[in-house]
């Protein structure tokens, strides 16, 4: 009789324990994934699709304004916030149980209920307890709330999707992708928002140039942008409205009917029991993981946003499924996180794969810089004063694309399969000599032509 119940037993039913879980079955592993909440993790439930759908709400505005330029006359427009609710909690259930399926159809064992490990073999589930060769912890990160004054008044994203009304005025605390996110959905649906941010210049990590573009962008579309600002205190006025103190903006108070806080998540390890059998976290609480995802402890694994490393839905799928390659494929397989492509669906959206421009810099001492910005074709008729941007950074030895930036309409579509470019190490000549599809804004990629040269430091390792 074995001496465990399971092969592998999964802590947190999102995207990269799902995926491990079903891949590990497929190779012949007894499973189990145990999950408190719905089948389906943060990418789903409370992330990426329901923020998704909202930003596609939030686009009609300015659609049904631009229309006039082309013909069209849109007169009785209306919306409902309720009826746009009803129907993305419909979409988002039936993602979850398509999710709740694949296990079932696989042959994975779901278990209802809290997990919390014992020892580094034993998980407890309630009142419930079973033993496994390797645990895999997948329960993602959680919204943070910093202690200011009057905080219990604030909101994070969990909360923002599920509102009964929509507020009319909005503060958004944060300058990440998160919180331009939210701004640019509570913008298109015509309430009046402030972003406060306490750095110099919003979403910090990327490309400068990226990063100045989309805050004049935002501006354009009527977001009140406070850079070098943060809340002192949230109150509750005696009409119901919230009044948030700002330092940093001398004797301005933002009235509100939302605070939204957006200022980073942390791995969601509190009660899992972790560190008392001996589990090595970070300064966050995150899981210190190998390039293979093992922990400090052989037989514990973690995979996703738990690990405090690359908090995207595709790196945890890619994660998880090396996860279960290595423990039951026979072949050790790490999760590459080179040149991983990413998008920020604010409003013009961020596209971008590989290096910044300061990243390149560092690392090969002098870059080449090729970047455009121009109104797109839409709106020569349209009459929007809007601007996209687009931008290669290209190491002069090899002459290869090392990074790729874009701000603009469909800038995540395009940037997509640009990664594959990048990821390839494609070079600026095969850029060059590749024929753009015109017109489009996805060929000034293949025809940008004006070089900066950007010197720095010594490169790393020369």
Known sequence: MTQFDYDLFVIGAG??????????????????????????????????????LLVYAAHFAEDFEDASGFGWSVEGRT??????MENKNREIERLSKVYAGLLANSGVDVIQGTARLLD??????????????????????????????????AIT????????????????VGGGYIAVEFA?????????????YRGEQILRGFDEDVRRHLHEEMGKKGVRVLLNSKVARIDRRPDGALEAALSGVPGDKSCCDAVLYATGRVPNT????????????????????????????PNIYAVGDVTNRIALTPVAIREGAAVAMTLFGGDETPADHENVPSAVFSQPPVGTVGLTQSEAVTRF??????????????????????????????????QRVVGCHMVGADAPEIIQGIAIAVKAGLTKSQFDATLGIHPTAAEEFVTLRDKKVVRGAVPVGA
């Not at 590990?24 to 329901?50: D, K, Q, W, Y």
């Not at 797109?376 to 809007?386: F, I, V, Y």
């Open 15 to 52: 995207s990269g324990g799902v995926r491990a879980a079903r891949i590990a079955r497929s190779l012949g592993a007894r499973v189990a994934i145990a999950e408190n909440h719905r089948i389906g993790g943060t990418c789903v439930i409370r992330g990426c699709v329901p923020k998704k």
């Open 79 to 84: 919306f409902s916030w309720p009826l746009l």
């Open 120 to 153: 580094a073999h034993t998980v407890a589930i309630g009142e419930r307890t079973v033993r496994a060769k390797f645990v895999l912890v997948a329960t993602g990160g959680w919204p943070r709330k910093p202690a200011v004054a009057g905080i219990e008044h």
């Open 157 to 172: 994203s969990n909360e923002a999707f599920e509102l009964e009304t929509l507020p009319r005025r909005v503060l958004i």
């Open 184 to 196: 640019g959905i509570f913008r298109g649906l015509e309430s009046e928002v402030t972003l406060s």
């Open 270 to 297: 509190a009660s899992l029991g972790l560190a008392q059998v001996g589990v090595e976290l970070d300064a966050e609480g995150g899981v210190v993981v190998d390039r293979y995802g093992k922990s400090s402890v």
């Open 365 to 398: 001492g002098e870059v080449e810089v090729y970047m455009a910005s121009f109104r797109p074709l839409r709106h020569t008729l349209s009459g929007r004063d809007e601007r996209t941007l687009v931008k290669l950074i290209v190491e002069p030895a090899g």
